[in-house]
Structures are given as C-alpha cells and as structure tokens.
C-alpha cells in the first residue's frame, strides 16, 4: 500500500507496538502528518474501498464532510510512541530540562519555503533566554545556506534524519530521536504550527507559535493559509502557551486515549498472519531498504527526492 504509511517510522511504531517481529505494509492509508483539512497530503489518490486510517475524529469529520468515506480513528503513531516509551512513568520522576527546541517551518521535496531565516534567527534570539537548538527538516538541514544561518547565531543546529519515499531511506528511529529532544528541552517552539509543537506539548513541554510564519511556495488554498491556524488555535499562537491548556489540546489532536489493542492495530492493518515476536516487549524495529540500516544503499535524500520528481 501507499509508501507514506512508512514516513518518520510510523508502520515501524505501530509494529512493535502490535507484538510482530517484522513491518509488514499496512492495508489501507495512514495519515502520516497533522494538516486541518482530512489528514492526508492534497492529491493523494485513494483506491476504492480501503480504510483510511486517522489520528482523531477531526480529520474523520472533515473527511466526511468532503464526501470521502472508509474513515477508521486509530490514534497517531506518537500515541503509540509514548505507549512504548512509557511516557506516564518517565513525567513521574523529576527531570532536568533546560533551553528552546526550534522547528522552523520547513519545505519538502515538491515544495520549497518562501520566507526570510535571517528575520526568524533575530525573533529567536530577542525571545529565548536559555541555549538554543534549531531541528531543521532534512532538505533544510542539507542546504548550506541555512543551516550555517542558524549556526552563525551560535545555536545547536540538529536534524532528526529522512522520513523516507518509496520505502526507501526510512530512518525508522526519527520520532525516538525526536522524543530524547523533546524530553531535554523545558520550550518548544515554531514559527508554524505543526506536528511538532503538538508532540512538545504532549510530553510536557511549553509551546509557543510566534515569528515569519514562511509559506510553502504554490501553497494550496485547501489549507486556508497560517491565518486559519489562528483562527482555530488561538491560545497556541503566542510565546508561551499555557501548559495544560496546551496538552489537552494535543491529546485531542493526536488521538492520545484513541489507540487500538495490538490485537485490534493487527486485525485492522491486515497484520493478523504477520510474524510475532516471541520473547520480551519489543525493541525499535528496522526493516531491509532502511538507509539508516542499509550499508549497500548509498542514496541520500536528494538523491531519492530527484528520483521521485521524474516519475
């Protein structure tokens, strides 16, 4: 089924969370990122008859109203992260936390940011106190220009890795390695709100949207522009969100409460004939093709976004 249903190591998630020894492909569509419209990227082509698979009711709701159908709510696989992860005892024990986690909107392979980093870097710098870490998405990261913009400035710039095309390139510990982050720092923010100022929230952190919201070039008006974000968001957008209010908003949006059983997530996905792990809770899964596991695969990023905008 569709390769976006392995993006950022989702179907690597959700298989150890159902108890397998492998990631078979799931059987339906899953939704890969946070949007405001039905949860899925515009243009994607929907086989007949196959589930589609959603975080919360929201996008179930805005889905129907579209005339779409076949709308399963299964949680998002953060959720399941902090399910693995043990999200609820690790907030019991004190933790040293300390400094600000930037996502700076970012571009994709079809689609570069129109907006000024040198602007973001000034509001960043008036704003935030403590050390400072910039995550930049991987085409950002890879592009000279800005992340020595950012660097300039004397932060900690890091990417979490690729989030994969064609099955191809996965780094499949992308959301572990954005957990350790999030649980490091006491503020995450964005000049954008995203997927990643939700999964701050979720763990704790205190959130804010503010600075040159930046466009997606050509961005498509279904979205209706950072205006409707908010619109619908109002509390978030802001330097410091309040922190409850906050989280409770994310566990809305990411469907924290709304996970399936492992039974159920196998049942669901067509997973039910697939290998079970048979000793201990299972452990980061990785799959042949993964670059990060891959030695004979030399194709970085570039190289498979290239690929993927000739076909």
């Not at 899925?40 to 008859?49: E, Q």
């Not at 930049?136 to 220009?145: A, H, M, R, S």
Request: with cysteine.
């Amino acid at each position: 089924m569709h390769h976006a249903n392995h993006f950022y190591g989702h179907a690597h998630i959700l298989a150890r969370y159902a108890e397998l020894a492998e990631v078979p492909r799931i059987w339906g569509y899953l939704q890969h990122g946070w949007n405001v419209v039905d949860g899925y990227a515009v243009g994607t082509k929907f086989a007949p008859g196959f589930p589609k698979f959603v975080w919360s009711d929201a996008p179930r709701r805005r889905g129907w109203a579209m005339g779409r159908r076949d709308y399963q709510v299964v949680g998002s696989p953060w959720a399941y992260l902090l399910l693995l992860e043990e999200q609820q005892n690790w907030a019991r024990q004190p933790q040293p936390r300390e400094g600000t986690l930037v996502y700076p909107f970012h571009g994709w392979e079809g689609q570069d940011i129109v907006g000024s980093h040198d602007s973001f870097v000034a509001e960043i710098r008036a704003t935030e106190p403590g050390p400072v870490t910039i995550c930049l998405y991987w085409n950002e990261y890879e592009d000279d220009v800005v992340r020595r913009e950012y660097e300039r400035a004397g932060f900690r710039v890091i990417s979490h890795g690729y989030r994969g095309l064609n099955w191809r390139g996965t780094d499949t510990l992308f959301l572990y390695k954005q957990l350790a982050e999030l649980r490091a720092h006491r503020r995450v923010v964005s000049n954008r709100l995203s997927s990643a100022i939700f999964y701050g929230a979720s763990v704790g952190c205190e959130v804010g949207v503010y600075g040159d919201p930046m466009l997606l070039h050509a961005e498509d008006p279904v979205f209706g522009g950072n205006d409707r974000l908010g619109r619908l968001w109002p509390v978030l957008h802001q330097v410091a969100a309040p922190v409850a209010e906050a989280a409770e908003i994310a566990r809305v949006e990411l469907g924290i409460g709304a996970e399936l059983t492992p039974l159920e997530i196998r049942q669901a996905f067509g997973w039910t004939h697939a290998r079970r792990y048979t000793a201990g809770p299972g452990t980061p899964l990785r799959t042949e093709g993964d670059l990060s596991t891959d030695a004979d695969d030399v194709s970085g990023p570039a190289e498979l976004a290239d690929e993927e905008m000739r076909r």
